[in-house]
């Protein structure tokens, strides 16, 4: 199981809390939706028991039935042999316990996929496919879990019998303190609270990363305009406020 | 021109932690630009001017240094509409250190408002505008409306808008701008200053606001009560301009000369107070070991010893309304100690009398209930005769006050450094005195403690 990093002077916030706690009482399908930016994914793929492996899919409206279960591909002697997808890779995990599958996303999926992935992500009992190579059914293995992320807001927005197997939703809208922690000091409070701010005021984890990183050699002018665009002057007018009293 | 944005989420504080803010558009106009902390709503203008921009800069200091309620303060006595002017002084200063234009904040209402005001001889209006707008262009023009419509008035706002700034040029003028700029915008939370449980107070709007509000309320008194104008019966008069400058700027309040009075005492005290543990070289438990290593005389044993006592000064004026079983009850709870008793005013030829010493105390208990008056040289004596560690208590609701028994703060910061430098421990009642002394029989150490005003002093002269 792999635990949660408390950094130090961070709190843990309300969300990643939730995640921490269900996922160690042992939920198997999981929604964590928000503001991008905000380490969705990264917690899908390493939070909770992951030994077995974990699968990611970014879903695409153009992807196929490939990505999900497989598809037969050319082989060096001339012949076709079937490439396994993410999720029955996931479904077999390390062959002795289920694996992990991360679905990034899941609202950009077509219909195509939608549907496939209603079965995929079915509870154990119901969930089956038939390998086309030997015939085999394969079932998915004991312990495999499904992680679904989206930046869509409304879970209304998402297919209602999808939506069903995913009990639990939870609202990402802070980083998760590991990620903060890579910043510098001064840069972390306005991470926290940027990240789910409303647009126009909202930056991810990812542009703080940079903005710590091109501030030095270049300045912190330069380095807002570059990064922060038409509202950089307005980000070193609260840098100015900031920094009289600190 | 481009259009601008507030982004109060890079702010932070240390008294709760930042989130995300819902940032409205409004307009340049008085009034249509706020900042809701608790609910994190602010309001500003999105143009790309500099008065635009100064405006969000104010908004966003209110956000990174404001109270979340706007009436903190009032349990105090002082009045909410001075308290908010106050702070409006607090973050159009601190916003002029960090670069803005405080003077851009004006919106061509000021004369106006300045002239009908003074028609309605609304002192407190005045003075609020004022204390909200000084050292900016906003003021001046006030001013001048003022001035259209009572020229004295102009005079006398103009005082009030001098004493204003002085609160913040004098010490920045002595620990530099910068420094005191970190002072009044410090969030870090702070107990409030009369000691009761009210919470929301910062280390910053204790010294920048408050002290600030107070002198707000002293001038809108001044103006609004009609003064006698000399000892005869002549009609009251308006305070004047050099007046009220007198009162807003003065600093020379001062305690009265000490008068002692040594009563008789001859009732003999049993008992000590206090013990303290020092090092010997004879006993059975070895506490003090590492001393076989350092102590050429090895005194790894402990000897327990009876301290002879500690200093009990009591504050007698009218404002602590003791008994003389309240201070019977404080002379029992100390025995062995030096007992002080002072008030200015209550005794002919005395303020301060020793009612007990040298195990040996007074039989009757002078009643005090006059003025303070005295209470620095009361305690200076008080600390003069303390011995090497002994304890000092002052049982003293914090209210110091000068030879004429009125309140100056200058006063309060000088008995903020006293109970500093001696290490006095402070409590309002009797009750707390002999708790205080009840820690010293266990042997215990008293911590330095301040009270009421003279702990609002100590925040002013940065002890605190």
């Known amino acids: 199981m792999t635990a949660f990093t408390d950094i130090t002077n961070i709190p843990t916030p309300q969300c990643w809390q939730d995640v921490r706690d269900v996922l160690d009482a042992g939920v198997e399908r999981i929604i964590l939706f928000g503001p991008p930016g905000t380490g969705k994914t990264y917690a899908g793929l390493n939070y909770g028991n992951v030994a077995a492996g974990a699968y990611r899919v970014a879903c695409t409206e153009d992807m196929t039935e490939a990505d999900i279960t497989g598809c037969w591909m050319p082989s060096a002697n001339g012949t076709w042999q079937w490439s396994m997808g993410k999720a029955i890779k996931a479904w077999e995990g390390d062959g002795f316990t289920g694996g992990r599958l991360v679905l990034d996303e899941i609202d950009r999926a077509n219909g195509d996929v939608e549907s496939l992935l209603l079965a995929v992500t079915d509870t154990i009992e119901s969930a089956k496919w038939e390998h086309p190579e030997n015939g085999r059914s394969v079932r998915p293995r004991n312990g495999f879990s499904v992680v679904m992320t989206t930046n869509l807001e409304r879970m209304d927005d998402l297919p209602t019998a999808l939506k069903d197997r995913f009990p639990v939703a939870i609202r990402i809208n802070a980083p998760h303190p590991a990620a903060l922690a890579s910043l510098p000091e001064d840069l972390r409070a306005p991470a926290l609270a940027s990240a789910d701010a409303n647009r126009g005021r909202r930056f991810s984890i990812r542009t703080f990363q940079t903005f710590a990183k091109l501030r030095g050699p270049l300045g912190t002018e330069r380095a807002a305009s570059l990064l922060f665009g038409d509202v950089a002057g307005d980000i070193l007018d609260a840098l100015r406020v900031e920094a009289v009293t600190s | ?464």
């Not at chain 2, 007046?243 to 002692?260: E, I, N, S």
Request: include cysteine; aromatic fraction near 4%.
């Open chain 2, 1 to 464: 021109m481009t259009a601008g944005i507030a982004m109060p989420e890079w702010l932070t504080r240390l008294d709760r932690t930042n989130g995300a803010w819902d940032v409205q558009a409004g307009s340049s106009q008085r009034g249509d630009a706020w900042t809701n902390s608790r609910d994190r709503i602010m309001r500003v203008p999105v143009g790309g001017d500099e008065t635009n921009r100064s405006i969000r800069a104010h908004e966003m200091t209110h956000a990174k240094i404001s109270p979340e309620t706007n009436n903190l303060g009032t349990e105090l006595g002082i009045s909410h509409g001075s308290i908010i002017a106050a702070e409006e002084f607090r973050v159009n200063t601190l916003i002029k250190v960090a670069g803005f234009d405080p003077d851009a904040l004006i919106d061509g209402s000021e004369k106006l408002a300045g002239e009908r005001l003074a028609q309605m001889k609304d002192y407190a209006g005045m003075v609020h505008a004022v204390g909200a707008t000084a050292g900016t262009r906003a003021c001046r023009h006030f001013l001048t409306g003022v001035r259209r419509a009572d020229s004295e008035m102009g005079k006398k706002l103009r005082e009030v808008e001098k004493a204003i700034l002085s609160e913040w040029s004098k010490p920045a003028r002595r620990y530099g701008e910068k420094a005191l700029a970190r002072r009044w915008g410090n969030t870090a939370p702070t107990g409030a200053p009369d000691g009761s449980s009210e919470s929301g107070y910062t280390v910053g709007y204790i010294n920048g606001n408050l002290p600030v509000a107070r002198k707000l309320d002293a001038a809108i008194e001044m103006l609004s009560t009609p003064q006698s104008a000399d000892e005869d019966d002549s009609e009251p008069t308006e305070i004047t301009s050099d007046q009220l400058k007198k009162v807003l700027t003065g600093k020379d309040g001062k305690f009265a000369p000490l008068r002692l009075e040594e009563l008789p005492l001859t009732k003999t005290v049993r008992g000590t107070l206090g013990k303290t543990r020092t090092a010997t070289n004879v006993g059975r438990n070895p506490r003090r070991i590492n001393r076989m290593l350092t102590d050429p005389q090895r005194r790894v044993f402990d000897r327990t010893r009876r301290n002879a006592g500690g200093i009990v000064l009591i504050d007698q004026s009218g404002s602590m309304a003791l008994s003389s079983e309240d201070v019977e009850k404080m002379m029992e709870a100390s025995p062995g100690c030096t007992i002080i008793g002072y008030s200015n005013g209550s005794r002919s030829l005395s303020n301060v009398w020793v009612m007990a010493k040298d195990g040996r105390r007074c039989e009757h208990i002078p009643s005090g209930n006059g003025g303070n008056g005295v209470d620095g040289p009361a305690v200076e004596y008080a600390a003069s005769l303390a011995r090497r560690g002994e304890p000092i208590v002052w049982v003293c609701d914090g209210m110091v006050t000068s030879e004429d028994d009125e309140l100056f703060e200058n006063l309060d910061q000088q008995c903020a450094r006293l109970v500093r430098r001696h290490k006095i421990h402070m409590v309002r009642d009797v009750e707390g005195g002999v708790a205080a002394l009840d820690e010293v029989r266990k042997g215990r150490t008293l911590p330095t403690k301040y009270v009421g005003k003279v702990r609002m002093g100590a925040y002013a002269v940065g002890i605190l």
